[in-house]
């Protein structure tokens, strides 16, 4: 039987925004959806400040691209990374897109991949916008991702135990107690917590793992004053408590 053919996914990366020390955590993230064949960096590389992108470039396949301050002030990065992420949705090639930022001028780019059915993980900092966050399919914070890393690497044992975790939101909390209300429950009150996953997945961009968690189970479990959980044979249910 032949191997399963694996998604053609596409990372775009603003080096003016975000740090080169979450590519790692980020690539790992973006196996999820396929296999990461198109890897750009954007760019004044004459900058001294973006020095360390050029360190890593090779290590991780990066291809550099060269985007000069034609305005003092000013960079032209968002421009030339929306138009070659156009030109790769018009290729009909590419099926999903990483872009690492936290520039809201992605906004719009973003509505647009995703209006052609195409999964966009946006991955940037905790001072990315709302509105960025919000219109990519996930959002992941690349300086929890990197801490998660470093806590994984030093513990192994305790990162998959939760080293690491910060408190949920409660806006968190009430989506996820939304999803399960109108997720298909049994005469118990439990319902699956896969399609639960979904229905939140498909309301909103959070991702388990900006709050230190492997599994949206993880997450659940430790909250066990809101939630209870039952694994059955069939898989792992939910019940909202209060």
């Known amino acids: 039987m032949p191997e399963k053919e694996l998604k053609n996914i596409a990372l775009l990366i603003d080096a003016d925004n975000v740090s080169p020390a979450g590519i790692d955590p980020v690539l790992t993230v973006l196996a999820e959806l396929g296999q990461v064949n198109i890897r750009r960096t954007y760019g004044n590389w004459a900058k001294a400040a973006l020095s360390n992108w050029d360190k890593i470039s090779h290590r991780y396949g990066l291809q550099p691209v060269q985007q000069f301050d034609l305005t003092k002030g000013k960079n032209a990065t968002d421009i030339a990374m929306t138009i070659d992420a156009m030109d790769l949705l018009n290729t009909g090639k590419v099926d999903g897109f990483g872009i690492m930022s936290s520039d809201s001028d992605f906004t719009p780019l973003v509505t647009r991949l995703r209006q052609d059915g195409m999964t966009v993980y946006g991955f940037g900092t905790e001072k990315a916008p709302e509105a960025f966050r919000t219109a990519c399919s ?58 639960v996953g979904n229905i939140a997945n498909n309301r909103s961009s959070f991702d388990v793992r900006n709050f230190g968690y492997r599994r949206l189970s993880d997450l659940i479990e430790a909250n066990a004053d809101r939630f209870r959980v039952e694994r059955r044979d069939g898989g792992v249910f939910v019940k909202r408590l209060r």
Request: charged content about 35%; aromatic content about 6%; overall charge negative.
């Open 138 to 195: 996930r959002f992941l914070d690349v300086d929890k991702l990197i801490a998660a890393a470093a806590n994984e690497e030093e513990s192994p044992d305790l990162a998959g135990a939760g080293g690491g975790r910060t408190p949920v939101d409660e806006d968190v909390i009430e989506l996820l107690a939304a999803a399960w209300k109108a997720a298909k429950r049994d005469k118990h009150g439990f319902a699956s917590l896969s399609e």
